[in-house]
């Protein structure tokens, strides 16, 4: 990381393209007046934003005292003009063919090859969402709807800092995946169903479950629990057992008969 002083800005370069994305997110996040163009942003000073911005130079000192071992004079930085730079190696650009589905609430990337670090870069894109990483493969959770805005960002272009990149995916797949992610969190489909599972509440709770679990999450509780409850595993219990778990494994059917078309008027309600 190289930081440079005039008159009226300060200038960091980096060719560490994580740094580069945690130091944008923070740039973007914090301070209005900033341009940005692929590998550089450009920040000018708010006088509003002084306490950001003094945050920021702490942050940056750190970093830069930790990869360099020497101090940095930061005196009246907070008042220039921040330009961060990300500095491409001599090195030709790594070449990428992702995989792209959609499936439920989570937008699955898969490799034609394991980089962690590409993962890294698309996880500093979207830091607070929910994800799992396995091997090639990198499920992120959507969390709102300005995550689809950043996907079709990230999906328009080819270069991505040390990558070349090619997104492969349906683009009619992503538009349902992007409209029925809406309808499930508009206010229409969550007030109808929160009313129809609270009527239902006492057949998620035999099922081991809560009003808000996902039809997976009940097929799964359910399928536990007959395993655990069928009357084939306590043949050789006396007959007031045996009644007992047939009982229990009767009302565990009836549960998940009776939340069927719960779950299914939730698909046709979202496919009208």
């Known amino acids: 990381m190289d930081i440079t002083h005039t008159l009226e800005s300060i200038s960091i370069k980096t060719s560490d393209d994580r740094l580069f994305c945690e130091l944008s997110e923070l740039i973007n996040k914090n301070f209005k007046k900033t341009i940005s163009s692929k590998g550089k942003i450009i920040s000018f000073y708010e006088e509003t934003e002084l306490p950001q911005r003094k945050y920021f130079f702490k942050f940056l000192a750190k970093i830069f005292e930790k990869k360099s071992g020497k101090p940095l004079n930061l005196a009246f930085v907070e008042y220039k003009t921040i330009k961060l730079n ?107 169903f929160v009313a129809l599972a609270n009527l239902l509440e006492d057949n998620f709770k035999v099922l081991n479950c809560d009003t808000t679990s996902t039809s997976d999450e009940v097929r799964e509780s359910y399928l536990g629990l007959v395993k655990l409850y069928h009357p084939d595993r306590h043949a050789d219990k006396s007959q007031n057992i045996q009644s007992a778990y047939r009982q229990k494994f009767e009302e565990i059917r009836r549960a998940y008969e009776g939340l069927k078309p719960f779950f299914k008027s939730q698909e046709q309600f979202i496919s009208a």
């Open 86 to 192: 990300y500095v491409q190696e001599n090195t030709l650009a790594k070449v990428l063919s992702v995989n792209v589905y959609f499936v439920k609430d989570e937008v699955v990337f898969r490799l034609n090859q394991n980089d962690k670090a590409f993962f890294g870069y698309i996880l500093q894109t979207f830091k607070d969402n929910s994800h799992k990483i396995s091997q090639t493969r990198l499920n992120l959770k959507i969390k709102n709807e300005s995550d689809f805005n950043t996907l079709k960002t990230l999906f328009s272009k080819k270069e991505h800092l040390k990558f070349i990149v090619d997104f492969n995916y349906d683009f009619d797949e992503f538009a349902k995946f992007e409209r029925n992610f809406k309808v499930q969190n508009s206010s229409k489909f969550i007030n109808r």
